[in-house]
C-alpha cells in the first residue's frame, strides 16, 4: 500500500525551529519528487516546497524561502522539512504529498498531516 | 493573496449537478493543466480530477472537469450527501513557478 506518514509536529516558540519529516512506503521513493503543503485550521491549501527525486533541485514557496529547507534521503525513505525562525503564520497542518500514478503536479498520494503549532 | 479564484460556497439538493468555478490567468490555467482536489472534514484532501478531465481510478463517473481558456470548472451530478466538503482546484503557474491552489469552495448538500 502506498503511504505517506509525517512526524515531528508541535508546540514551538515563535523564533524557534522544528524539523519535520515524511516516512514513505509502498513506492519506489527515489523516482519521485516530493512535495510539501500546508494548511491554516479553516483555512485554504498553501504549497510549501518541494524536491525533485534526487535532492538535486528545490522548490520553495515566498512566504517561506529563507527560513525553511527541503531535503530528502533516498536510502531511508524519507523527506524533511527544515523550519527555522517561525511565525505565527506558520501554524498549520502539513502535509507532505506525491504524484504517483497521475501526472507530475497532481497529488494522488497524501499523508495525514503534522499539526505545527507557533505560541509563546 | 490566491491567483486562482473559486466561489467560497456552492450548495444543492441530493440529486442535483452543481459546478464549481475556478478563474485564473494566462500563466496558470491559460497554459497550464488544472486539477481538482476534494478535502471531506478532518482529511487530507484527495485527488478528484487531473489534467483538466481525467478522473483517478476509484472516483466515481458522476465528478468532471473541464477547462476553456483561463478557466476552468469541475460538476458534480447525481449529488449526494457525502459529496458535502471542500474543493480545491491547483495549477502549475508560470510567474511563481510554482504550484498554486484555489481559496477553496465549500460544498453544502441541503
Known amino acids: 500500500e502506498v503511504q505517506l506518514v509525517e512526524s515531528g509536529g508541535g508546540l514551538v516558540q515563535p523564533g524557534g525551529s522544528l524539523r519535520l519529516s515524511c516516512a514513505a512506503s509502498g513506492f519506489t521513493f527515489s523516482n519521485y519528487a516530493m512535495h510539501w503543503v500546508r494548511q491554516v485550521p479553516g483555512k485554504g491549501l498553501e504549497y510549501v516546497s518541494a524536491?525533485?527525486?534526487?535532492?538535486?533541485?528545490?522548490f520553495y514557496a515566498k512566504s517561506v524561502k529563507g527560513r525553511f529547507s527541503i531535503s530528502r534521503d533516498n536510502s531511508k525513505n524519507t523527506l524533511y522539512l527544515q523550519m527555522d525562525s517561525l511565525r505565527a503564520e506558520d501554524m498549520a497542518v502539513y502535509y507532505c504529498?506525491?504524484?504517483?500514478?497521475?501526472?507530475?503536479?497532481?497529488?494522488?498520494?497524501w499523508g495525514l498531516g503534522t499539526m505545527v503549532t507557533v505560541s509563546s | 493573496q490566491t491567483v486562482l479564484t473559486q466561489p467560497p460556497s456552492a450548495s444543492g439538493t441530493p440529486g442535483q449537478r452543481v459546478t464549481i468555478s475556478c478563474s485564473g490567468s494566462?500563466?496558470?490555467?491559460?497554459?497550464?493543466?488544472v486539477h481538482w482536489y476534494q478535502q471531506l472534514p478532518g482529511t487530507a484532501p484527495k485527488l478528484l480530477i487531473y489534467s483538466n478531465v481525467q478522473r483517478p481510478s476509484g472516483v466515481p463517473d458522476r465528478f468532471s472537469g473541464s477547462k476553456s481558456g483561463t478557466s476552468a470548472s469541475l460538476a458534480i451530478s447525481g449529488l449526494r450527501s457525502e459529496d458535502e466538503a471542500d474543493y480545491y482546484c491547483s495549477s502549475w503557474d508560470s510567474n511563481l513557478l510554482g504550484l498554486t491552489f484555489g481559496g477553496g469552495t465549500k460544498l453544502t448538500v441541503l
Open positions: 524536491v525533485r527525486s534526487n535532492g538535486g533541485s528545490t
Open positions: 494566462s500563466s496558470n490555467i491559460g497554459s497550464h493543466t
Open positions: 504529498a506525491v504524484a504517483v500514478g497521475a501526472t507530475l503536479d497532481a497529488f494522488d498520494v
